[in-house]
């Protein structure tokens, strides 16, 4: 596609329900990447892949927050008994290769009411 | 830790005016940096960046040099337009691959005619 796409753009979800989230990279990007930007703060570092596996996923908060990317093109962030503090926007970049420049979803904004 | 710290916003100018926005920043080793742009409505683009002390980055009339001796790297421009209203981040990568950004919190500037 003609750049990263993410579904949705909203999500709107009951506490201690279960989400997922789509991120779509460029076509031919290897390198995956998700934050979570949270109000009035800059993107934080979730999860990197590459290819299919998962090659850094440090920065999960905890083991409610699963990322997966099957066929090393799109991938879906899994959240398991969400609470209020995961509401947030979680952004999905992909570039071609480790340390080339990162191309930007325009987000899913995540609120759990 | 890496850490980024910028100016706190919102900045209003009248168009025309001279823009500054500082980014100050704390990593181990030689991080790469780069200023972020995100327009309303729009996923965050990578406004400029630099790799190296000393080097300046420049892209639309914005430009920021890599200052090691003030871990510094502030963006700015000499004539800003309307359109240049969005919210900045300031970034930088550091450790294996560059992969992983940490961005500051952002600076929304709005230009007014």
């Known amino acids: 596609g003609a750049g990263v796409s993410q579904t949705p753009s909203n999500k709107v979800t009951e506490k201690g329900k279960y989400v997922e989230l789509r991120c779509d990279p460029i076509?031919?990007?290897?390198?995956l990447y998700w934050y979570r930007q949270s109000l009035g703060q800059g993107p934080e570092f979730l999860i990197y892949?590459?290819?299919?596996?998962?090659?850094?996923d440090s920065g999960l908060p905890n083991d409610r927050f699963f990322a997966v990317r099957p066929e090393g093109s799109v991938s879906t962030l899994k959240i398991q008994r969400t609470e209020r503090g995961d509401s947030a926007v979680y952004l999905c970049?992909?570039?071609?290769?480790?340390?080339?420049?990162?191309?930007f979803g325009q987000g899913t904004r995540l609120t759990v009411v | 830790g890496n850490s980024v710290t910028q100016m706190e916003g919102p900045v209003t100018l009248s168009e025309e005016a001279f823009l500054t926005i500082n980014c100050t920043y704390t990593?181990?080793?030689?991080?790469?940096l780069f200023w972020y742009v995100q327009y309303p409505g729009e996923g965050l683009q990578l406004l400029l960046k630099?790799?190296?002390?000393?080097d300046k980055g420049s892209n639309k009339g914005f430009e920021a040099t890599y200052r090691k001796e003030t871990t510094s790297f502030h963006l700015e421009k000499g004539s800003v337009q309307v359109s240049d209203s969005a919210v900045y981040f300031c970034?930088?990568?550091?450790?294996?691959?560059?992969?992983?950004?940490?961005f500051g919190k952002g600076t929304k500037l709005s230009v007014i005619p």
């Open positions: 970049a992909s570039s071609s290769n480790l340390g080339t420049e990162a191309f």
């Open positions: 076509s031919g990007h290897t390198a």
């Open positions: 892949f590459q290819g299919t596996g998962a090659a850094d």
């Open positions: 990593a181990t080793g030689y991080p790469s």
């Open positions: 630099a790799t190296k002390a000393d």
């Open positions: 970034a930088l990568a550091s450790g294996a691959g560059s992969y992983q950004l940490t």
